[in-house]
């Protein structure tokens, strides 16, 4: 039987909006008024927001998500930072207003579980960057925050304990481990727990310019994902909720993979879109019967109701 996991755990894809996954996640042929992250909402009880970190969120479609996710009253967005912050590093007072617009209206509505600040693997841990990041924790401190580094350099215990005093998360990950990447872990340093996994693609992950669809074209086998459980459910015994996001998007093997993963977290069968079922026939084994599944948020199998 799953050991329970005290905190709430929340499974879903990053971002929704991929071609690749039309007649895959989505219907060959969408009805009228059909929106994916509606969609996706009776499946997941979590998205993890990408468009932000393009450009900041604006707060007429951070509306628009928020009354499309209203059926599921358990559903929570979360949003990256815009790469303006965390990568090239030249945003202004204005693009800070405009990030938080976005963010505010999710937040006003209950539906903001983290910003994330994701920074590049070339972002080591020196006194700049450091100081760098403490000072774009505090630009955004009215909102939860998570950071994400895949330099192991931040591997210290100096870094968590500084995390925690700023009551900043951190992001465990899963990536190729090559020279000196971060490799997985299950640190928790505030009360939102956060795991992202990105795959596994070492061919692609560090030369895939040309087509960065690539990098995220892994599919994870069960015995890959089970570890991962376990980290979740450690994280899930100190933080009072743990945000997981797959990040393996390439033709749907993120949904794939998350819907596995809850399904080891509850020891349960899952509902699911029959289309990911079609095309990736192992979910078949935890697949509920097409009768159950049919209206997944009106059984007690329901994303984010985790059984004790």
Same mark, same amino acid.
């Given at each position: &039987?799953?050991?329970?996991?005290?905190?709430?755990i929340l499974v879903g894809?990053?971002?929704?909006?991929?071609?690749?996954?039309?007649?895959?996640?989505?219907?060959?042929?969408?009805?009228?008024?059909?929106?994916?992250?509606?969609?996706?909402?009776?499946?997941?009880?979590?998205?993890?927001?990408?468009?932000?970190?393009?450009?900041?969120?604006?707060?007429?479609?951070?509306?628009?998500?928020?009354?499309?996710?209203?059926?599921?009253?358990?559903?929570?967005?979360?949003?990256?930072?815009?790469?303006?912050?965390? *990568?090239?590093?030249?945003?202004?007072?204005?693009?800070?207003?405009?990030?938080?617009?976005?963010?505010?209206?999710?937040?006003?509505?209950?539906?903001?579980?983290?910003?994330?600040?994701?920074?590049?693997?070339?972002?080591?841990?020196?006194?700049?960057?450091?100081?760098? &990041?403490?000072?774009?924790?505090?630009?955004?401190?009215?909102?939860?925050?998570?950071?994400?580094?895949?330099? =192991?350099?931040?591997?210290?215990?100096?870094?968590?304990?500084?995390?925690?005093?700023?009551?900043?998360?951190?992001?465990?990950i899963d990536q190729p481990?090559?020279?000196?990447?971060?490799?997985?872990?299950?640190?928790?340093? &505030?009360?939102?727990?956060?795991?992202?996994?990105?795959?596994?693609?070492?061919?692609?992950?560090?030369?895939?310019?040309? *087509?960065?669809?690539?990098?995220?074209?892994?599919?994870?086998?069960?015995?890959?994902?089970?570890?991962?459980?376990?980290?979740?459910?450690?994280?899930?015994?100190?933080?009072?909720?743990?945000?997981?996001?797959?990040?393996?998007?390439?033709?749907?093997?993120?949904?794939?993979?998350?819907?596995?993963?809850?399904?080891?977290?509850?020891?349960?069968?899952?509902?699911?879109?029959?289309?990911?079922?079609?095309?990736?026939?192992d979910l078949a084994e935890?697949?509920?019967?097409?009768?159950?599944?049919?209206?997944?948020?009106? =059984?007690?199998?329901?994303?984010?109701?985790?059984?004790?």
């Amino acid at each position: &039987m799953r050991e329970p996991s005290l905190g709430k755990i929340l499974v879903g894809p990053a971002g929704w909006s991929y071609s690749d996954w039309q007649g895959i996640v989505y219907p060959g042929r969408k009805p009228r008024g059909f929106h994916e992250a509606a969609y996706l909402a009776q499946y997941f009880d979590t998205i993890e927001i990408n468009t932000s970190f393009y450009n900041p969120l604006r707060p007429e479609f951070a509306k628009s998500w928020v009354a499309k996710v209203a059926h599921n009253p358990s559903f929570q967005f979360t949003a990256k930072l815009w790469k303006g912050f965390t *990568h090239e590093r030249n945003a202004s007072l204005e693009d800070e207003k405009a990030c938080k617009q976005g963010f505010d209206v999710l937040a006003a509505a209950g539906r903001l579980g983290a910003v994330l600040l994701q920074f590049p693997w070339s972002f080591k841990n020196t006194r700049e960057n450091h100081e760098y &990041m403490s000072g774009l924790c505090v630009q955004f401190t009215e909102y939860p925050l998570v950071v994400e580094v895949r330099h =192991s350099s931040w591997n210290q215990p100096e870094v968590f304990d500084r995390l925690r005093t700023q009551g900043v998360g951190f992001c465990n990950i899963d990536q190729p481990v090559i020279g000196r990447s971060l490799e997985p872990s299950e640190y928790v340093t &505030m009360p939102v727990g956060y795991v992202r996994l990105h795959g596994r693609n070492y061919e692609h992950w560090f030369t895939s310019n040309e *087509h960065p669809e690539e990098r995220y074209n892994y599919l994870y086998s069960i015995d890959e994902l089970r570890p991962w459980a376990e980290r979740i459910n450690h994280i899930g015994r100190t933080a009072e909720v743990v945000f997981v996001i797959t990040n393996n998007h390439f033709q749907g093997k993120a949904i794939a993979n998350a819907l596995q993963l809850t399904s080891i977290l509850r020891g349960q069968p899952v509902a699911m879109p029959e289309g990911i079922r079609a095309h990736y026939p192992d979910l078949a084994e935890i697949a509920l019967p097409q009768t159950a599944a049919s209206d997944p948020k009106q =059984s007690d199998l329901a994303f984010g109701t985790f059984p004790e």
